[in-house]
């Protein structure tokens, strides 16, 4: 029962955020009548509306429950008063990001109505590995995690260009140099992403944080030091030792 309600909600995505009882059951794979049935108990509890044609979306119940997660939830406390200020400044998006899985989730963006489009929303999921953010998360994470990335068959999103292992293993030892990383992309829309780790109170990292601009106005000499201070006070405000300078305690 518990899977099959999942597979109900699993069939929605940024793309199809409101579906047919028809097609809420070939999506998930349960047959129509046992859709219905079960579609019928998960608006009951609010996690699914139905609306006056009868198609089916997600519902504010739903939403409740996850914004309860802690993990999101502390983290984006914390970060929102800098996120803030950095969109007052570039006037464009700041992106604030999770390593969830195999894939970056984006737990909150800031976005002035001037800024540029994006392509990824909050609560979307992005690839570790072609994205400021994800590249940040992915350069921190363990070690045979790397690995196992590493060695899967990668292309760059959305160019569809082939990821060199070895030219990914360098960036993320660059990543971890430095400090920060500075991504240019000129599809669909030439822009540069500066990102840089949030780290936990266990002095492991806990975010990603990064501001989006057009390609022409980006100047990254000023905007990794932005981001860099602000990924740095986010960081204290978690409890983290290593955003200061300190080694942790054995």
Known sequence: MVDRA?????????????????????????????????????????ALERDAEGRFSIGLRLWEVASLAPRAQGLKQVAMPYMGDLEEVTRQHVLLAVRDGDQGLLVERLSSHLAMPVLYRVGGRLPLHSTGVGLVLLAHADTDFQEEVLARPLVHEPEKVAVSPAALRRTLAAIRREGSHTLRRRAPQPLV??????????????????????????????????????????????????????????
């Open 6 to 46: 999942l597979a109900l909600l699993g069939a929605f995505d940024a793309r199809r955020r409101s579906l047919t009882l028809g097609e809420l059951a070939r999506r998930s794979g349960i047959p129509t009548s046992s859709a219905l049935r079960l579609a019928g108990r998960l608006v009951a509890w609010g």
């Open 193 to 250: 992403s500066v990102a840089c780790p949030v780290f936990g109170d266990d002095d492991r990292i806990a975010a990603a944080l990064s501001v989006v601009v057009p390609m022409e106005h980006a100047e990254p000499r000023l905007l990794v030091p932005a981001v860099r201070t602000a990924a740095r006070a986010i960081s204290r405000g978690l409890g983290a030792q290593r955003s200061i300078g300190l080694v942790p305690a054995p």
